[in-house]
């Protein structure tokens, strides 16, 4: 099946190899807080994976419906390295997509240490062959 909104999984894989073990600079902003200064290449990564068929819109009832009503970083990890269920790795992957609005260097964290490429890979592995059919 054609995907409607595809995300190019090999492309983003070279930019988060090159990401992995290289720590992202925190800037200095007004009042004395710092905030990552993302590549350009990680927004729009973000950006792509949002406006593809792979964002679950609803993340939160999946990971509820999922028992995950909290996630560790080493939970996202373990979830990266193991998980077989598609639905599971693609609300993983959406919550962390989505996550940097709600912790700033969420992002920071899952690039530098590899996690966010772990789940990309997984989840593009765990694809079934119909989706995003009307089961999705």
Same mark, same amino acid.
């Given at each position: 099946?054609?995907?409607?909104?595809?995300?190019?999984?090999?492309?983003?894989?070279?930019?988060?190899?090159?990401?992995?073990?290289?720590?992202?600079?925190?800037?200095?902003?007004?009042?004395?807080?710092?905030?990552?200064?993302?590549?350009?290449?990680?927004?729009?990564?973000?950006?792509?994976?949002?406006?593809?068929?792979?964002?679950?819109?609803?993340?939160?009832?999946?990971?509820?419906?999922?028992?995950? /009503?909290?996630?560790?970083?080493?939970?996202?990890?373990?979830?990266?390295?193991?998980?077989? /269920?598609?639905?599971?790795?693609?609300?993983?992957?959406?919550?962390?997509?989505?996550?940097?609005?709600?912790?700033?260097?969420?992002?920071?964290?899952?690039?530098?240490?590899?996690?966010?490429?772990?789940?990309?890979?997984?989840?593009?592995?765990?694809?079934? /062959?119909?989706?995003?059919?009307?089961?999705?």
């Amino acid at each position: 099946m054609r995907k409607q909104h595809p995300f190019d999984f090999e492309k983003w894989d070279k930019y988060l190899a090159e990401a992995e073990n290289v720590s992202v600079d925190w800037v200095a902003g007004d009042h004395m807080t710092t905030y990552p200064n993302y590549d350009k290449r990680m927004v729009s990564l973000a950006q792509a994976f949002e406006w593809s068929d792979f964002y679950d819109q609803n993340f939160d009832r999946t990971l509820h419906q999922k028992e995950h /009503d909290q996630l560790l970083e080493e939970n996202v990890d373990l979830i990266a390295r193991t998980s077989h /269920d598609f639905r599971e790795l693609r609300a993983v992957t959406s919550v962390v997509i989505h996550g940097e609005v709600r912790l700033e260097g969420l992002w920071a964290a899952m690039l530098e240490k590899g996690i966010l490429r772990r789940l990309l890979q997984r989840l593009q592995s765990q694809t079934p /062959d119909d989706f995003p059919g009307p089961n999705y």
